[in-house]
């Protein structure tokens, strides 16, 4: 990692005074990401102390690049002093996110800590609704009114542009605050400083402030927007989302659906500085879940017993069977629900998805029930062979048509598809698929 730290500086255990004065040389050397690194590998007690040695400036970059979950667990870890700078220097957006992570008590602490203006704009953003853009876009903007000139737009760029999230899509509004346009600081600078922001300006692409805040992401993402304005429910500017927040929810959303569809939560912070007890707990919920349906492929086993004294081998191929109708739900769900995610597919078409997937399951059914007749008649006898096949064309049309309806389903009842993750889905069709199973061994086999 470069100029990285010596590796005794990340080790467990509290650094010796003696080291000090070298690890802050050390980290003075390093460059914000390589610090960043660092501490994110550390344990958080080590890492609080490392924290500590860095300079007002570089603490803060740093901590503006963790996680709002390792934040919160770092402000529990520092002394009082070291976090009311840090959290005053944050962009009221990021208190939001930290805020949510930190005790009641902490949160109305270091709220108080704040000045009149910023507790404001901090306080506005906290009655957004948890997943809403209003609670990750930024209050600090610089906006333009149509009756600007170029000439004066510079003047208030020059004036608030340290202050200001982003100075490079600028908004227009009228006398109550009205969203009526944007203009790029390319287009100020470009034109005369006579012209009026009225001739520059363009139809903007807004959200309102209670849209969710992921599919506002999206839509700035695809339509390569570098911010783009949020406005109340009478069309009132009240923030912008800017291009780096918006692939940062983006980014967190596929973290939480990727350990969602492995049956576990986020951690939202460094594997090792994460406590055992955390990571179970983060996987303990679904595991439960898991457990308790997976009762259902027992009580199916159960009903079908004496069917299993009477063919003995048709217990060798439950594995096969539950398996392949396991991952054939997951493929059709992992599917459905990024084409949810990108806007391809929508809940009203649950029918033409379930179709599609079930000619898909079919499909994949035929040519793997082909292959199981063939190598079961060749090992054992035909009847098994046709039991084997036709359980692998029927099961395969299963799990895809059930696995491509539930994201559909979900996005429905306002439910995450995320939640009827592959874990769930695979469950579901080990049961089913052992219905089908016996039922068919049933009629073929005559027992």
Same mark, same amino acid.
């Given at each position: 990692?470069?100029?990285?730290?010596?590796?005794? /500086?990340?080790?467990?255990?509290?650094?010796?005074?003696?080291?000090? =004065?070298?690890?802050?040389?050390?980290? +003075?050397?390093?460059?914000?990401?390589?610090?960043?690194?660092?501490?994110?590998?550390?344990?958080?007690?080590?890492?609080?102390?490392?924290?500590?040695?860095?300079?007002?400036?570089?603490?803060?970059?740093?901590?503006?690049?963790?996680? %709002?979950?390792?934040? +919160?667990?770092?402000?529990?870890?520092?002394? &009082?002093? &070291?976090?009311?700078?840090?959290?005053?220097?944050?962009d009221p957006d990021d208190r939001v996110g930290l805020l949510d992570e930190v005790p009641a008590v902490l949160a109305k602490r270091l709220l108080s800590d704040l000045t009149p203006h910023e507790r404001a704009l901090t306080t506005l953003m906290l009655g957004y609704p948890a997943r809403s853009v209003g609670r990750r876009m930024s209050p600090e903007y610089v906006r333009a009114? #149509?009756?600007?000139?170029?000439?004066?737009?510079?003047?208030?760029?020059?004036?608030?542009?340290?202050?200001? *999230?982003?100075?490079?899509?600028?908004?227009?509004? &009228?006398?109550?605050?009205? /969203?009526?346009?944007?203009?790029?600081?390319?287009?100020?600078?470009?034109?005369?400083?006579?012209?009026?922001?009225?001739?520059?300006?363009?139809? =903007?692409?807004?959200?309102?402030?209670?849209?969710?805040?992921?599919?506002?992401?999206?839509?700035?993402?695809?339509?390569?927007?570098?911010?783009?304005?949020?406005?109340?429910?009478?069309?009132?500017?009240?923030?912008?989302?800017?291009?780096?927040?918006?692939?940062?929810?983006?980014? &967190?959303?596929?973290?939480?659906?990727?350990?969602? +569809?492995?049956?576990?939560? %986020?951690?939202?912070? %460094?594997?090792?500085?994460?406590?055992?007890?955390?990571?179970?707990?983060?996987?303990?919920?679904?595991?439960?879940?898991?457990?308790?349906?997976?009762?259902?492929?027992?009580?199916?086993?159960?009903?079908?017993?004496?069917?299993? *004294?009477?063919?003995?081998? /048709?217990?060798?191929?439950? #594995?096969?069977?539950?398996?392949?109708?396991?991952?054939?739900?997951?493929?059709?769900?992992?599917?459905?629900?990024?084409?949810?995610?990108?806007?391809?597919?929508?809940?009203?078409?649950?029918?033409?998805?379930?179709?599609?997937?079930?000619?898909?399951?079919?499909?994949?059914?035929?040519?793997? !029930?082909?292959?199981?007749?063939?190598?079961?008649?060749?090992?054992?006898?035909? =009847?098994?062979?046709?039991?084997? !096949?036709?359980?692998?064309?029927?099961?395969?049309?299963?799990?895809?048509?059930? !696995?491509?309806?539930? #994201?559909?389903?979900?996005? +429905?009842?306002?439910?995450?598809?995320?939640?009827?993750?592959? #874990?769930?889905?695979?469950?579901?069709?080990?049961?089913?698929?052992?219905?089908?199973?016996?039922?068919?061994?049933?009629?073929?086999?005559?027992?």
């Amino acid at each position: 990692m470069g100029q990285g730290i010596d590796i005794d /500086l990340v080790r467990e255990g509290a650094l010796a005074e003696a080291d000090l =004065p070298l690890a802050a040389a050390k980290l +003075a050397r390093m460059s914000t990401t390589e610090v960043t690194s660092t501490l994110w590998r550390c344990s958080l007690k080590r890492s609080a102390v490392l924290f500590r040695l860095l300079s007002k400036e570089r603490a803060l970059e740093v901590f503006e690049r963790f996680e %709002p979950a390792h934040q +919160a667990d770092l402000v529990r870890a520092l002394r &009082d002093e &070291d976090v009311t700078g840090l959290f005053a220097g944050l962009d009221p957006d990021d208190r939001v996110g930290l805020l949510d992570e930190v005790p009641a008590v902490l949160a109305k602490r270091l709220l108080s800590d704040l000045t009149p203006h910023e507790r404001a704009l901090t306080t506005l953003m906290l009655g957004y609704p948890a997943r809403s853009v209003g609670r990750r876009m930024s209050p600090e903007y610089v906006r333009a009114h #149509p009756e600007f000139t170029a000439g004066r737009v510079l003047e208030i760029v020059r004036h608030r542009a340290t202050e200001a *999230e982003t100075i490079y899509m600028i908004p227009v509004t &009228d006398g109550e605050k009205r /969203l009526v346009g944007v203009v790029s600081l390319r287009e100020i600078l470009a034109a005369s400083e006579d012209a009026r922001v009225s001739e520059l300006m363009q139809t =903007p692409e807004l959200a309102t402030v209670s849209d969710d805040a992921e599919q506002v992401a999206r839509r700035c993402s695809e339509a390569n927007l570098l911010a783009m304005p949020i406005v109340d429910s009478e069309k009132r500017l009240v923030g912008i989302l800017t291009i780096d927040d918006a692939h940062q929810i983006l980014r &967190d959303a596929e973290d939480e659906d990727i350990a969602r +569809a492995g049956g576990a939560e %986020p951690l939202r912070r %460094p594997y090792l500085s994460t406590s055992a007890f955390k990571i179970a707990r983060a996987r303990v919920v679904w595991l439960l879940v898991l457990a308790v349906s997976a009762l259902l492929t027992v009580q199916v086993l159960g009903i079908f017993e004496a069917t299993l *004294e009477q063919k003995v081998v /048709l217990a060798l191929f439950i #594995p096969l069977l539950t398996g392949t109708g396991g991952n054939t739900g997951s493929q059709a769900a992992t599917t459905i629900t990024r084409a949810l995610a990108m806007g391809e597919v929508t809940s009203k078409d649950v029918g033409r998805v379930l179709l599609r997937e079930f000619r898909v399951g079919t499909t994949l059914g035929l040519l793997l !029930g082909i292959l199981g007749f063939t190598l079961a008649s060749l090992v054992y006898d035909v =009847p098994t062979g046709l039991v084997i !096949g036709s359980t692998l064309l029927c099961v395969c049309a299963m799990a895809a048509t059930v !696995g491509g309806a539930m #994201p559909l389903i979900a996005k +429905a009842i306002r439910v995450d598809p995320a939640v009827f993750s592959t #874990p769930f889905i695979t469950t579901f069709c080990d049961a089913t698929g052992l219905l089908i199973y016996f039922s068919l061994a049933k009629v073929i086999l005559g027992i």
